[in-house]
């Protein structure tokens, strides 16, 4: 059984820059625990990895979450009584049986387990999931005044405003973490 193909609520909210990123995704934390599932989707450099480090604090998780990309799991062990994060990259996976592979549900009951790429492949492992979107926000490249048109010394590539949208399925996520 999984959670099925609608959600029961989902959410939108913009941060304007990674430190933004990281310190909603660590409120997010507080409300997840042993067993939870997160697929996050986005473009390469929406902020999957990003978002992932302030799970990680918020969870209290060793440090040092880097994009997995050429190693498929990273496991994080908690400091303290905490769960554990286990961090997948599942760019290169082509199907479920690859998953299936990677073993991960003999982690997932002691450990937060987050996808990145996860659509279409991961949903199986558990009967909830919380999928996070992250978008660049509309009016980054080639908005008016944007840097199309030559250089723009102003651009700093860490406080771009990105929308992150998040949809809660199954029974563990009838009701939406308050957020706000
Ligand atoms: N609002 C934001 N949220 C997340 N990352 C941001 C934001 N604004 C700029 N960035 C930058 O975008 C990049 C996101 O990279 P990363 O998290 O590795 O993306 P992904 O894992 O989706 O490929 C980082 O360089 C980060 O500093
Ligand atoms: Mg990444």
């Not at 199907?95 to 990677?102: K, L, M, R, V, W």
């Not at 929308?163 to 308050?178: C, K, L, M, N, T």
């Amino acid at each position: 059984m999984t959670g099925g193909a609608l959600p029961a609520w989902e959410r939108e909210y913009r941060t304007a820059g990674a430190d933004a990123t990281r310190g909603f995704a660590e409120r997010l934390a507080g409300f997840l625990g042993r067993g939870d599932l997160l697929l996050l989707t986005g473009e390469l450099g929406a902020g999957k990895t990003t978002f992932t480090q302030g799970l990680g604090r918020g969870l209290g998780v060793r440090p040092g979450i880097i994009s997995p990309t050429f190693v498929l799991v990273r496991q994080h062990p908690n400091l303290g009584d905490g769960p554990d994060l286990v961090h997948v990259d599942a760019y290169r996976l082509g199907s479920e049986g690859e998953i299936d592979d990677i073993d991960l549900e003999s982690t997932m009951d002691r450990a937060v387990t987050v996808v990145e790429w996860g659509r279409g492949l991961v949903e199986h492992l558990a009967e909830s999931r919380l999928e996070v979107v992250l978008l660049r926000a509309v009016g980054g490249d080639g908005a008016p005044g944007g840097s199309g048109a030559g250089l723009d010394f102003s651009a700093d590539d860490d406080d771009e405003e990105r929308v992150i949208r998040i949809a809660g399925y199954g029974p563990r996520w009838e009701q939406a973490p308050d957020l706000d």
